[in-house]
């Protein structure tokens, strides 16, 4: 059984710099099984995708996130990160992992996804 679990601040200041971890457990990152996404939603929004890497480290990012973030991974920890950098009240939202077999660009309906973590909510707020 593959889980995941997004880990790191719940409180960002403005302008700063989002981090977050997802650890994945029951599947090997590297192994090529899965791609790697975060999705995130929005107070009284719905779901938006933000981007995805593969396991051999590439990347594919939302156009309307793509100057802001990057994902990569440790393979020695079995992670995935995000980084959301120059943050503002608007990215306020409850952060998503997810793993998928097939590699899913802009689609954020749960059904495509083989694998979701909890999600996290993260509050942009001075």
């Known amino acids: 059984q593959v889980q995941l679990q997004e880990s790191g601040p719940g409180l960002v200041k403005p302008s700063q710099t989002l981090s977050l971890t997802c650890t994945v457990s029951?599947?090997?990152?590297?192994?090529?099984?899965?791609?790697w996404a975060w999705i995130r939603q929005p107070p009284g929004k719905g779901p938006e995708w933000m981007g995805v890497i593969s396991s051999s480290g590439s990347t594919y990012y939302s156009p309307a996130l793509k100057i802001r973030t990057s994902i990569a991974r440790d393979t020695s920890k079995n992670q995935f990160t995000l980084q959301l950098l120059s943050v503002t009240p608007e990215d306020t939202a409850v952060y998503y992992c997810?793993?998928?077999?097939?590699?899913?660009?802009?689609?954020?309906?749960?059904?495509?996804?083989?694998?979701w973590g909890q999600g996290m909510q993260v509050t942009v707020s001075s």
């Open positions: 997810a793993a998928s077999k097939r590699l899913i660009i802009g689609a954020t309906a749960e059904h495509l996804y083989d694998y």
């Open positions: 029951g599947a090997s990152i590297p192994t090529g099984l899965y791609y």
